[in-house]
């Protein structure tokens, strides 16, 4: 692989350009999922492929290919040369890329069982054990589904300025989830495992079983739940993987550098956080602290280095509720003139583009307990379960639909609440915040993130603990 | 080797290692994205992707899938040992009855042209500078435009040990993009999309014309209160509706696991009588008509919807055998993963006789819409989305357009919007999602649930 990289970015600077990376990747992925009982799909992939940036003339050209010889890879960088001479012809200003010293070096995902290794029989007990719970503890059961994915991929990215850099990293995780119909209703209810830069034993710390258990007693009682109170303004508490997702969709999203500067308008769309507003603007209260760190160790976005070879970094985007930063890549951060990339590079394949992605943006703890928040809190409710979000095109407006809700009366949680929903503006949202708990603090991931054209779906981290929003718009008309 | 022969080879492989049936499937595309904004090619790729999936059932009906990325006959003799060891391990499914028998396919001609393989990158960077011109050149208050050129040239092969053996070849191409007006406090947004199999049939003069038009016309939004409206949509914007009919609606799949708004409703009148919808993958009229789908069954024309009485559902091969039925060619194309649920993808809906003026004519209180933005399901069931309108929407009072519309967030139930359907546009468009023809929609009731800032 390394050799063949080699050869490709000799190739490139004897053709002229200003800069390249090659990267070649090879990877494995392993899923295995059950549905409704029984072993639905065995997968395993095989992948390999490398893909070339280079810059010629001030613009950009990339090509990409599976085909892992000599003669592909000068091929490939020729037609990777000839595309960003094309480019050229439409660029108004060149591009400009801060500086990283090049390094060589290595990293590895530090795994105790590699996942991928694991019987298959092993895996598979788990799912159908898990899906049997969610069954005995349903009687409005229609149908189940659960899997567990695992994937390896090694990659040595080089750079025309010397850069050398090696890496292997593993992620693993799953989910399940159960439908249920009853009463004229059909809801839905998952379990999951968070996906981790781990190895097997991020699935065999979780008891899948117990969570599928926990699942299915509130997916029936959101068959005979009262509905969400419509279109009142209400407390609302997140303390889940819907808080993970929240995150993900308003700030998450809003501080990428490369949507803020329109490189996204044709897709996934822009942000309202324009630099303009960097350093001054209230994001939100002062209890709120969002960084994107790449270096916890075993999160679901966490690596070495990115994919432009900058050594993975923790890096502030909100602090005590102003919005101080950007996730950013070389290009993106010397265009609002900063001086440094804030590590966020990465591509989902050899054959993809690198893009400005999500590491692990982390809602930082606070100093409450979460049983004191709820103990605190005198009308709310709680909401779990990512299902419904939709986001406008500025990452401002936002509608939620968690898949269950509780009603939280005089410090204590009482009845579920069916069809949940909320809306609001990010900042007004954030804003609202008035307590955020530390013991509760963990890492969650999102799964799925998509981006850039063609589209590329990556899976990021989120760590966050129970939060409580003030005053939330609640129970959208049409929406439950 | 065609990528049919090395299927033939890969089944042959599988067979001799004691399978009971194989499914092969492989496929090699050159894929090139141009990607402009602000005026410039930010992003230009070009990517050729090859991969060859096996699906291996051993004969006690267990089953496993690899993928590999490669047509070298040790990694594919690899992949299919990966397979069928991931099959021993599995339980029986006692669903799975057979893969499909060999049909007649008739190819379809039309769908391949050299002049879209062969679009080089530098004619691609000048026909993205002329579209990017003539935006700029429609208006002084034009700030700049950004959007995508594409072009995919796909060879795929599907065979299976039953003698199911078929190939094609095709090409397409589409142009998108999103023009943005501005003056002092104000900006507007227009987008237009034009997409062919013959990248030299784009029309990229008027698809910059039409967009910028709306850029300059969307100036100066004011915000309408939330609440209900007659609705006209765009045929961008009909597409999200129909797509919703068929995912949630059509797929036997979804029929069956309780997910269908349409449970127990065939055969009756569930959406509006003036809406007719069929899916025909051999139609030339759609953006890539199929002669076969992903299990290598021919395509044939089903109707969806007729009048708004639902008529038939969408089966794969395992589907139409697991409820006694045939299957209507409607299995999803798969590498190396489950496979999806049976949807219709090439639904054509049967144009009316109202011209775009007579529809707002015809409106009292109401919006036009140009297209949706992150549209998410709340419950499936009853058919209930939210989204954001995106890059164009007026609102219109007594028949005439007043004045642009702020960007709306919409809640409402797609089939409560289908129900009330009063006027359907008299000429179809190509859509993509992937190869819909579609004509514009007006509703009479269409519900807005919330407010953004631009």
């Given at each position: 692989?390394?050799?063949?990289?080699?050869?490709?970015?000799?190739?490139?600077?004897?053709?002229?350009?200003?800069?390249?990376?090659?990267?070649?990747?090879?990877?494995?992925?392993?899923?295995?999922?059950?549905?409704?009982?029984?072993?639905?799909?065995?997968?395993?992939?095989?992948?390999?492929?490398?893909?070339?940036?280079?810059?010629?003339?001030?613009?950009?050209?990339?090509?990409?290919?599976?085909?892992?010889?000599?003669?592909?890879?000068?091929?490939?960088?020729?037609?990777?040369?000839?595309?960003?001479?094309?480019?050229?012809?439409?660029?108004?200003?060149?591009?400009?890329?801060?500086?990283?010293?090049?390094?060589?070096?290595?990293?590895?995902?530090?795994?105790?069982?590699?996942?991928?290794?694991?019987?298959?029989?092993?895996?598979?007990?788990?799912?159908?054990?898990?899906?049997?719970?969610?069954?005995?503890?349903?009687?409005?059961?229609?149908?189940?589904?659960?899997?567990?994915?695992?994937?390896?991929?090694?990659?040595?990215?080089?750079?025309?300025?010397?850069?050398?850099?090696?890496?292997?990293?593993?992620?693993?995780?799953?989910?399940?989830?159960?439908?249920?119909?009853?009463?004229?209703?059909?809801?839905?209810?998952?379990?999951?495992?968070?996906?981790?830069?781990?190895?097997?034993?991020?699935?065999?710390?979780?008891?899948?079983?117990?969570?599928?258990?926990?699942?299915?007693?509130?997916?029936?009682?959101?068959?005979?739940?009262?509905?969400?109170?419509?279109?009142?303004?209400?407390?609302?508490?997140?303390?889940?993987?819907?808080?993970?997702?929240?995150?993900?969709?308003?700030?998450?999203?809003?501080?990428?550098?490369?949507?803020?500067?329109?490189?996204?308008?044709?897709?996934?769309?822009?942000?309202?956080?324009?630099?303009?507003?960097?350093?001054?603007?209230?994001?939100?209260?002062?209890?709120?602290?969002?960084?994107?760190?790449?270096?916890?160790?075993?999160?679901?976005?966490?690596?070495?280095?990115?994919?432009?070879?900058?050594?993975?970094?923790?890096?502030?985007?909100?602090?005590?509720?102003?919005?101080?930063?950007?996730?950013?890549?070389?290009?993106?951060?010397?265009?609002?003139?900063?001086?440094?990339?804030?590590?966020?590079?990465?591509?989902?394949?050899?054959?993809?583009?690198?893009?400005?992605?999500?590491?692990?943006?982390?809602?930082?703890?606070?100093?409450?307990?979460?049983?004191?928040?709820?103990?605190?809190?005198?009308?709310?409710?709680?909401?779990?379960?990512?299902?419904?979000?939709?986001?406008?095109?500025?990452?401002?407006?936002?509608?939620?639909?968690?898949?269950?809700?509780?009603?939280?009366?005089?410090?204590?949680?009482?009845?579920?609440?069916?069809?949940?929903?909320?809306?609001?503006?990010?900042?007004?949202?954030?804003?609202?915040?008035?307590?955020?708990?530390?013991?509760?603090?963990?890492?969650?991931?999102?799964?799925?993130?998509?981006?850039?054209?063609?589209?590329?779906?990556?899976?990021?981290?989120?760590?966050?603990?129970?939060?409580?929003?003030?005053?939330?718009?609640?129970?959208?008309?049409?929406?439950? | 080797?065609?990528?049919?022969?090395?299927?033939?080879?890969?089944?042959?492989?599988?067979?001799?290692?004691?399978?009971?049936?194989?499914e092969v499937t492989?496929?090699?595309?050159?894929?090139?994205?141009?990607?402009?904004?602000?005026?410039?090619?930010?992003?230009?790729?070009?990517?050729?992707?090859?991969?060859?999936?096996?699906?291996?059932?051993?004969?006690?009906?267990?089953?496993?899938?690899?993928?590999?990325?490669?047509?070298?006959?040790?990694?594919?003799?690899?992949?299919?040992?990966?397979?069928?060891?991931?099959?021993?391990?599995?339980?029986?499914?006692?669903?799975?009855?057979?893969m499909p028998e060999p049909k007649?396919i008739?190819?379809?001609?039309?769908?391949?042209?050299?002049?879209?393989?062969?679009?080089?990158?530098?004619?691609?960077?000048?026909?993205?500078?002329?579209?990017?011109?003539?935006?700029?050149?429609?208006?002084?208050?034009?700030?700049?435009?950004?959007?995508?050129?594409?072009?995919?040239?796909?060879?795929?092969a599907i065979a299976n040990?039953l003698g199911v053996g078929v190939e094609?070849?095709?090409?397409?191409?589409?142009?998108?993009?999103?023009?943005?007006?501005?003056?002092?406090?104000?900006?507007?947004?227009?987008?237009?999309?034009?997409?062919?199999?013959?990248?030299?049939?784009?029309?990229?003069?008027?698809?910059?014309?039409?967009?910028?038009?709306?850029?300059?016309?969307?100036?100066?939004?004011?915000?309408?209160?939330?609440?209900?409206?007659?609705?006209?949509?765009?045929?961008?914007?009909?597409?999200?509706?129909?797509?919703?009919?068929?995912?949630?609606?059509?797929?036997?799949?979804?029929?069956?696991?309780?997910?269908?708004?349409?449970?127990?409703?065939?055969?009756?009148?569930?959406?509006?009588?003036?809406?007719?919808?069929?899916?025909?993958?051999?139609?030339?009229?759609?953006?890539?008509?199929?002669a076969f789908d992903g299990e290598g069954v021919p395509?044939?024309?089903?109707?969806?919807?007729?009048?708004?009485?639902?008529?038939?559902?969408?089966?794969?091969n395992?589907?139409?055998?697991?409820?006694?039925?045939?299957?209507?060619g409607?299995a999803?194309?798969?590498?190396?993963?489950?496979?999806?649920?049976?949807?219709?993808?090439?639904?054509?809906?049967?144009?009316?006789?109202?011209?775009?003026?007579?529809?707002?004519?015809?409106?009292?209180?109401?919006?036009?819409?140009?297209?949706?933005?992150?549209?998410?399901?709340?419950?499936?069931?009853?058919?209930?989305?939210?989204?954001?309108?995106?890059?164009?929407?007026?609102?219109?009072?007594?028949?005439?357009?007043?004045?642009?519309?702020?960007?709306?967030?919409?809640?409402?139930?797609?089939?409560?919007?289908?129900?009330?359907?009063?006027?359907?546009?008299?000429?179809?468009?190509?859509?993509?999602?992937?190869?819909?023809?579609?004509?514009?929609?007006?509703?009479?009731?269409?519900?807005?649930?919330?407010?953004?800032?631009?």
């Amino acid at each position: 692989m390394q050799e063949l990289a080699e050869k490709g970015l000799d190739k490139a600077l004897k053709l002229g350009v200003e800069y390249a990376d090659v990267r070649v990747i090879e990877s494995e992925r392993r899923t295995i999922s059950v549905k409704d009982g029984k072993p639905d799909k065995l997968s395993h992939t095989l992948g390999s492929g490398f893909g070339v940036r280079a810059i010629v003339n001030g613009g950009w050209g990339f090509a990409g290919s599976r085909e892992m010889t000599q003669e592909a890879i000068h091929k490939t960088v020729e037609q990777a040369f000839r595309i960003a001479k094309a480019s050229a012809l439409t660029t108004k200003k060149k591009v400009k890329l801060v500086e990283v010293p090049s390094i060589t070096a290595s990293y590895e995902t530090k795994i105790v069982k590699d996942p991928i290794s694991v019987p298959l029989e092993e895996i598979l007990e788990i799912l159908i054990s898990a899906d049997r719970s969610f069954r005995d503890k349903s009687p409005h059961v229609r149908s189940t589904s659960s899997q567990i994915d695992a994937r390896r991929e090694v990659k040595y990215t080089l750079t025309s300025e010397g850069t050398r850099i090696s890496q292997k990293i593993y992620l693993c995780g799953g989910e399940g989830r159960g439908i249920v119909r009853g009463n004229g209703q059909t809801q839905k209810r998952t379990y999951e495992i968070n996906y981790g830069s781990r190895g097997y034993e991020n699935i065999e710390e979780v008891d899948l079983s117990a969570r599928a258990s926990q699942a299915a007693i509130e997916a029936e009682s959101l068959l005979y739940a009262e509905v969400c109170p419509t279109e009142t303004k209400s407390d609302i508490i997140l303390d889940d993987s819907n808080l993970a997702l929240q995150i993900h969709e308003t700030i998450g999203h809003g501080s990428e550098l490369d949507r803020v500067l329109g490189t996204e308008v044709d897709y996934a769309g822009m942000s309202f956080l324009t630099p303009d507003k960097k350093g001054n603007f209230r994001y939100g209260s002062k209890y709120v602290n969002f960084v994107a760190d790449a270096t916890i160790e075993g999160a679901a976005g966490s690596f070495g280095f990115d994919d432009e070879g900058v050594p993975a970094k923790m890096v502030d985007l909100v602090k005590n509720g102003i919005f101080v930063g950007y996730q950013s890549s070389r290009e993106t951060a010397a265009e609002i003139g900063d001086k440094t990339s804030s590590g966020a590079m990465k591509a989902s394949s050899p054959l993809n583009l690198p893009l400005v992605r999500m590491t692990n943006i982390n809602l930082l703890p606070g100093e409450w307990k979460s049983e004191e928040i709820i103990e605190d809190t005198k009308e709310a409710i709680l909401m779990r379960g990512q299902n419904l979000y939709s986001v406008d095109q500025m990452r401002l407006n936002f509608q939620f639909g968690p898949e269950i809700g509780w009603l939280i009366k005089n410090g204590e949680i009482t009845k579920v609440i069916r069809n949940p929903s909320y809306t609001a503006m990010s900042y007004d949202f954030w804003g609202s915040v008035d307590a955020v708990a530390k013991d509760d603090w963990k890492m969650y991931s999102v799964n799925g993130c998509a981006k850039g054209k063609p589209v590329q779906g990556i899976i990021v981290g989120h760590g966050g603990s129970c939060t409580r929003f003030r005053n939330i718009r609640v129970g959208v008309k049409g929406g439950n | 080797m065609s990528l049919l022969d090395i299927s033939k080879w890969a089944i042959e492989e599988a067979m001799r290692l004691g399978v009971y049936q194989v499914e092969v499937t492989a496929n090699s595309s050159l894929d090139t994205t141009t990607r402009f904004t602000k005026n410039a090619i930010h992003q230009n790729l070009a990517s050729h992707n090859q991969s060859l999936s096996v699906k291996v059932i051993m004969q006690d009906k267990k089953s496993g899938i690899s993928l590999v990325n490669s047509i070298d006959k040790k990694i594919i003799k690899s992949g299919i040992e990966r397979a069928i060891s991931m099959a021993k391990v599995s339980l029986s499914d006692p669903d799975f009855k057979t893969m499909p028998e060999p049909k007649n396919i008739t190819p379809i001609k039309g769908i391949y042209y050299n002049e879209t393989a062969e679009y080089d990158p530098e004619e691609k960077a000048k026909s993205v500078k002329f579209l990017i011109d003539t935006a700029a050149d429609y208006n002084k208050n034009i700030k700049w435009s950004a959007g995508l050129f594409t072009t995919q040239v796909t060879k795929l092969a599907i065979a299976n040990s039953l003698g199911v053996g078929v190939e094609t070849e095709y090409t397409n191409s589409s142009i998108e993009i999103i023009t943005k007006a501005q003056t002092i406090g104000t900006e507007g947004s227009g987008f237009a999309v034009d997409r062919k199999r013959n990248a030299k049939e784009i029309d990229f003069y008027n698809v910059a014309l039409n967009a910028a038009e709306d850029a300059v016309s969307t100036m100066n939004p004011r915000r309408i209160p939330i609440g209900e409206y007659e609705a006209i949509f765009r045929p961008e914007a009909t597409t999200l509706f129909i797509d919703y009919v068929g995912s949630l609606g059509f797929s036997a799949k979804a029929y069956n696991d309780g997910q269908s708004f349409l449970i127990g409703k065939l055969g009756t009148q569930v959406l509006n009588n003036k809406l007719t919808i069929w899916d025909n993958g051999r139609d030339l009229s759609t953006y890539m008509p199929q002669a076969f789908d992903g299990e290598g069954v021919p395509k044939r024309a089903i109707m969806l919807l007729n009048g708004g009485v639902p008529e038939n559902l969408c089966y794969d091969n395992y589907t139409a055998l697991k409820f006694g039925k045939e299957s209507t060619g409607h299995a999803p194309i798969s590498f190396g993963g489950p496979r999806d649920s049976p949807t219709p993808i090439h639904k054509i809906v049967d144009s009316g006789d109202a011209t775009s003026d007579e529809m707002i004519q015809e409106t009292k209180k109401g919006v036009l819409i140009t297209r949706f933005w992150y549209v998410r399901t709340i419950r499936p069931d009853q058919g209930t989305i939210s989204g954001m309108t995106c890059d164009g929407i007026w609102y219109i009072e007594n028949g005439e357009i007043k004045h642009p519309s702020q960007q709306m967030r919409f809640t409402d139930s797609f089939v409560r919007v289908l129900q009330n359907i009063d006027l359907i546009g008299n000429k179809s468009t190509v859509k993509v999602t992937p190869s819909s023809t579609l004509p514009m929609l007006k509703t009479a009731n269409f519900r807005f649930t919330g407010h953004t800032e631009f």
